[in-house]
């Protein structure tokens, strides 16, 4: 019986490979017509470009590349969301040139070489600005967009403030204010939800795991995701709604999979991520030099939207 269920396992495992190998070609998928034509001016490519030192990585996407360019700065920090474009498609490419970039030491930018210290907000914001300067030569726009997603908008909003010449507008999607502050709220958001559904099971791990701890760390995401407050409000599983997504995107190489997970791992523990926990922008940007535009979702409590919305009415701009 023992020596079944090894070759049970061992099929699993085969087969789980080979499904892994069909899913990642890894070339960009073009645009084309009903008839497979790629569509003229059109732009599919995964590319990279020497940013600062560091051999960086990003997928750009247009149905038209004399549109706008628009940057996308990824959350995390060190999780690329290129993937999230294909279950939720966000149909920006039909209007932009949308340059997904993976930040320094995540995904397509991740390899053991990058120097841990560099892991740093100003280093960030310094890669963005030189991203910016790449892409304004390279499609002879003297503006772009830049639009940046959760830890994203930490980085992204300090270098509209630092350098708004660069940009036409900001576009924060589930804009960070006070992530510590946003961390409690959503801990004691849960402490109620779970208490009203009669989860007395979850309640308690809870309770065992107060916010701040290492146990709640470990716990945070799947409890979160459950509550519907987690990255999308329908998204209950981390497992298939973030792994198997990553997993089965075409357009990653495997290898280029795992360094989204290596990569995630490796931000987790920099300065740039202790430098952006204990940030409270309310008190230092409360003035940027160009339009503004807050996206919330309204039940995110990852990134609290109430604290977001209270930031926005605070911020002076054009």
Not at 19 to 24: A, E, K, M, R, T
Not at 254 to 275: M, V
């Amino acid at each position: 019986m023992f020596i079944f269920l090894l070759y049970i396992i061992f099929f699993i495992f085969i087969l789980s490979f080979c499904l892994l190998i069909v899913w990642s070609p890894g070339k960009p998928i073009p645009f084309t017509n009903e008839d497979g034509t790629v569509l003229r001016d059109s732009i599919s490519e995964k590319i990279w470009v020497e940013i600062n030192g560091v051999e960086i990585g990003m997928i750009i996407k247009s149905h038209n590349n004399n549109n706008p360019v628009l940057l996308f700065i990824h959350g995390g920090p060190g999780m690329p969301e290129y993937w999230l474009n294909k279950p939720y498609p966000s149909h920006l490419e039909d209007i932009f040139t949308v340059v997904w970039w993976d930040q320094r030491g995540s995904g397509l930018s991740y390899h053991a070489k990058i120097a841990p210290d560099s892991m740093t907000t100003d280093q960030f914001i310094s890669d963005t600005i030189a991203v910016t300067h790449y892409l304004q030569k390279r499609f002879h726009q003297d503006k772009i967009y830049l639009m940046a997603h959760s830890f994203g908008t930490y980085i992204g909003i300090k270098t509209v403030a630092q350098a708004p010449n660069l940009y036409h507008a900001y576009f924060g999607i589930a804009q960070v204010v006070n992530p510590e502050l946003s961390e409690e709220l959503a801990y004691d958001f849960m402490l109620d939800f779970y208490k009203n559904a009669n989860d007395k099971k979850t309640l308690k791990q809870l309770i065992k795991a107060p916010y701040g701890t290492f146990a709640y760390e470990r716990l945070r995401d799947r409890v979160m995701h459950q509550a519907g407050i987690g990255t999308i409000h329908n998204m209950y599983s981390v497992y298939t709604g973030i792994f198997m997504n990553v997993m089965k995107n075409r357009e990653y190489r495997l290898l280029e999979k795992i360094k989204i997970w290596q990569g995630k791992a490796f931000s987790k523990h920099t300065i740039l991520n202790q430098e952006y926990r204990h940030c409270n922008l309310g008190d230092t940007i409360l003035r940027l030099d160009l339009p503004v535009y807050f996206f919330s979702g309204i039940y995110d409590y990852t990134v609290n939207h109430y604290l977001s919305e209270i930031y926005l009415d605070d911020i002076q701009a054009p």
